[in-house]
């Protein structure tokens, strides 16, 4: 079902990417990850797509994900997203 949704979005929108059944797996873990549209607005919504991608596959621990993603917000510089979590917030 993913794969042909991914196909019909491509298909829709041939000039834009992002629509791999990879993204859309990732697009749909990162919704489920964060269901509410204020914290998102928040906290992940301010952050590279990318660095949510290590977050999401990182670490698995909703608290852990949270805490992490305020302090990369608030410290780390954009493009500069370390590929492991520090080992105070990693479990």
């Known amino acids: ?3 042909r949704l991914a196909q019909d979005l491509r298909s829709a929108f ?3 990417k992002g629509f ?6 990732y697009m ?8 509410d549209e204020a914290f998102v607005q928040q906290a992940v919504g301010q952050l ?3 660095h949510n991608l290590v977050l999401l596959t990182k670490l698995k621990m909703p608290e852990q ?12 510089p954009r493009g500069k997203f370390p ?9």
């Open 14 to 16: 041939p000039t834009m």
């Open 83 to 91: 590929v492991r979590p520090s080992n105070s917030l990693a479990a």
């Open 28 to 35: 749909r873990a990162f919704a489920e990850a964060w269901p």
């Open 65 to 76: 994900r949270l805490a992490y993603a305020r302090g990369a917000r608030a410290t780390v």
């Open 48 to 50: 590279p797509w990318g």
């Open 20 to 25: 791999s059944r990879a993204s859309l797996m």
């Open 1 to 3: 079902m993913i794969e």
